[in-house]
């Protein structure tokens, strides 16, 4: 049973920072192109990084030089590091795996930026 679960959400104010993992099980891990995906409500599912099998990272322009993605193939868990967060990035935040036509989902993980 494949399974993706999210975690590190919460509250942080403007300017702050949060790292959120995705976590990974009943899957190769390591041949896997990961996304983390982003909702606000009202809104459509957005993609906000990339990272391959390779490591190879593509991100949104929103996000371009705030968020790093990455991934320990040891730890079967890929990462979103956040800094300098604004309020337009308080969203639910989705990990995806997917591998040609493959793909799965994470519940997601809520995170807020407010003061």
């Known amino acids: 049973q494949v399974q993706l679960v999210e975690s590190g959400g919460g509250l942080v104010q403007p300017g702050g920072s949060l790292r959120l993992s995705c976590a990974a099980s009943?899957?190769?891990?390591?041949?896997?192109?990961f996304d983390w995906y982003r909702q606000a409500p009202g809104n459509q599912r957005e993609l906000v990084a990339t990272i391959t099998s390779s490591s190879s990272t593509n991100y949104a322009d929103s996000v371009k030089g705030r968020f790093i993605i990455s991934r320990e193939n040891a730890d079967n868990t890929v990462y979103l590091q956040m800094s300098s967060l604004k309020p337009e990035d308080t969203a639910v935040y989705y990990c995806?795996?997917?591998?040609?036509?493959?793909?799965?989902w994470g519940q997601g993980t809520q995170v807020t930026v407010s003061s």
């Open positions: 995806r795996s997917r591998l040609a036509v493959t793909s799965y």
């Open positions: 009943g899957i190769i891990f390591s041949i896997y192109t």
